[in-house]
């Protein structure tokens, strides 16, 4: 089974920090990593597909890099909305086992 | 306009079977590509992917709940239903499912969730 490792686990920002979040499959996925953001109470959210894809909708300072085994969601200048956890999910395995990582949190500071 | 929304009972006794349903509207199961998926997460906890069905009935599990996990569908009724056989206060979570569009792909749209608690 591939495993995923987020880290941090969680973080404090200001509003307008540049904020990165880094995610690493325990082997390569090739481009097959996807970013989900979740409000609490809320369901998870489709950021970025396939790495770097930015979902139909979404703000543009959200943005997605990697390939293999290391990526990163990068946020360019943290906005109130963005106070959230975030998920990276392989969609890489066959067949299909969608693992997702432990999550981060990304609260006020 | 897509939307999923998850049914089910709110408390099951350990040991019983749960079932779950999902309805959706927007979309057809029959087109080539479409696949539901159902996830959980424990209160306070990660996500954790339990099972897909897709377009063409291929159906798919997590490994380590393959012995318990039943995924099936009534395209007729737009339903998506998943039992879980012995269940266990460890299962206690919030139940989603999801729509991907290809086989490789993400999962797109989110039903709400349901919170199922298990408990005697």
């Known amino acids: 089974d591939i495993q995923m490792t987020q880290s941090p686990s969680s973080l404090s920002a200001s509003v307008g920090d540049r904020v990165t979040i880094t995610c690493r499959a325990s082997q390569s996925i090739s481009t097959y990593l996807n970013w989900y953001q979740q409000k609490p109470g809320k369901a998870p959210y489709l950021l970025i597909y396939d790495a770097s894809s930015l979902q139909s909708g979404v703000p543009s300072r959200f943005s997605g890099s990697g390939s293999g085994t290391d990526f990163t969601l990068t946020i360019s200048s943290l906005q109130p909305d963005d106070f959230a956890t975030y998920y990276c999910q392989q969609s890489y395995s066959v067949p299909p086992d969608l693992t997702f990582g432990g999550g981060t949190k990304v609260e006020i500071k | 306009q897509v939307t999923l929304r998850e049914s089910g009972p709110a408390l099951v006794k350990p040991t019983q079977t749960l079932t779950l349903t999902c309805t959706f509207s927007g979309f057809s199961l029959s087109t080539n590509g479409m696949c539901v998926s159902w996830i959980r997460q424990p209160p306070g906890k990660a996500l954790e992917w339990l099972a897909r069905?897709?377009?063409?009935?291929?159906?798919f599990y997590r490994t380590s709940l393959k012995t318990r996990l039943t995924v099936s569908k009534d395209p007729s009724k737009n339903q998506v239903v998943l039992t879980m056989t012995n269940v266990d206060p460890v299962d206690t979570a919030t139940y989603y499912c999801a729509l991907g569009t290809n086989w490789r792909g993400p999962l797109h749209f989110w039903g709400q969730g349901t919170l199922v608690t298990v408990s005697s």
């Open positions: 069905i897709d377009w063409d009935d291929d159906k």
